[in-house]
């Protein structure tokens, strides 16, 4: 299953490269919510045995662990701390509250599926619970 999904990553990685006009950011949204940004100008990537990409641009060089990257995409995306289901920049009770709201009214709310699993359901509270105890 990773190696499709650096395989996808690898395809993104491509389109990035051959439509630097367009946008001018690739983004590495990271599991943890947090990103990384690079600049398409001289947009250059490799991948070393699919573990890691080696991103270089006319501004920096960054190797980056393909295990932590949620996503990539094209243009800025805002960094979210996972759990922060509300989006008040903390994670505590009021995100369980969240995510029960969510279960509740049939909400989509892409937040509240914590463990991303692409179900919202109890574990995604349970994973709220972790989240918030190994604070």
Known sequence: MKT????????????????????DTL??????????AFSTSGLTITYDDFAHAI?????TSATINLADVDYMCLGE?????????????EVNIADI??????ILT????????VNGDS???????????DIILAK
């Open 4 to 23: 499709i999904k650096y395989i996808l990553l690898l395809l993104a990685a491509s389109v990035a490269m051959t439509t630097s006009a367009i946008e």
């Open 27 to 36: 983004t590495f949204v990271r599991t943890d919510g947090s990103t990384v």
């Open 55 to 59: 991103v270089n641009n006319d501004e």
């Open 77 to 89: 995306v805002e960094a979210s701390l996972k759990g922060d289901v509300n989006g008040d920049g």
């Open 97 to 102: 509250n969240a995510v029960i709201d969510t």
């Open 106 to 113: 049939g909400d989509t709310n892409a937040r509240a599926d």
């Open 119 to 129: 179900e919202v359901n109890i574990a995604d509270i349970n994973s709220l619970i």
